[in-house]
């Protein structure tokens, strides 16, 4: 396959064509393991719009010619919901010192080839731009090793996070809703975040 591929930091307006797509592209990404999110178009627009609406939020997009493939979003903590913030106020973080990296998403055509890792170039130069960051993060399920749907060949992506710099801290842990794929509900699940200092 031939590929052109350009990745852009977009923010605000700029971003509202591209909301169908980049629903679609995470609903399918996130539908495999660990995620196992049964897709819900309603949820997905209300996250975007989330990203959408913040002056300091960034969505980098990945493009093949004009094919959205891929994904990143980040956003101050403090703009964030409360069971996101909660851990760092108990471990007594400034939450203006937190910037976040919430999710990325790449079409399993397209990985292999650095996306990932300029993904985290573009979400921490956008930090470094806003300024006063002292730390970034994100955050990741935990799924027990034993899990039914868990690949024999599963690599947890422990050590492309370690390689970006980046430390499990397993005493910042949270929940974070959605509705698996054996759900018939949103039920809680444990994340824990990863940190890195900023320079
Ligand atoms: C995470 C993701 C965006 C990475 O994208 P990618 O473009 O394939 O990653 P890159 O090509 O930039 O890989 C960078 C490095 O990480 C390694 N890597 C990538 N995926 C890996 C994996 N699953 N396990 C171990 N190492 C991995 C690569 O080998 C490469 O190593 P190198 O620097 O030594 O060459 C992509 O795998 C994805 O969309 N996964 C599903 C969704 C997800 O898990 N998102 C993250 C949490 S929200």
Redesign the pocket.
């Known amino acids: 396959m031939s590929k052109n591929i350009r990745v852009e930091r977009l923010s605000g307006t700029a971003l509202q064509q591209y909301i169908p797509e980049l629903a679609r592209l995470r609903i399918e990404?996130?539908y495999?393991f660990?995620?196992l999110y049964a897709g819900d178009i309603n949820y997905e627009k209300k996250y975007l719009q989330t990203y959408i609406d913040c002056p300091e939020s960034v969505i980098v997009i990945?493009f093949d010619d004009d094919k959205v493939v891929?994904a990143?979003t980040a956003i101050p903590m403090k703009f964030e919901t409360d069971e996101l913030k909660r851990p760092f106020i108990e471990n007594a973080y400034n939450l203006d010192d937190v910037f976040y990296c919430?999710?990325?998403?790449?079409?399993?055509n397209?990985?292999?080839?650095?996306?990932?890792?300029?993904?985290?170039e573009h979400r921490e130069a956008h930090a470094q731009d806003l300024g006063g960051f002292k730390h970034i993060t994100?955050c990741?399920v935990e799924r027990p090793a034993d899990h039914p749907r868990r690949p024999a060949d599963y690599?947890?992506?422990?050590?492309?996070w370690n390689?970006?710099g980046y430390v499990k801290h397993p005493e910042l842990k949270t929940t974070y809703s959605w509705k698996d794929l054996d759900d018939t509900e949103e039920t809680p699940k444990p994340m824990t975040f990863w940190l890195k200092h900023d320079r």
Do not use: H, M, N, T
């Not at 690599?155 to 492309?160: G, H, K, S, Y």
């Open positions: 990404v996130f495999d660990p995620y990945a891929g990143s919430s999710e990325s998403v790449l079409d399993k397209y990985r292999g080839y650095g996306i990932g890792v300029r993904f985290f994100f990741c690599v947890p992506l422990d050590q492309f390689k970006r």
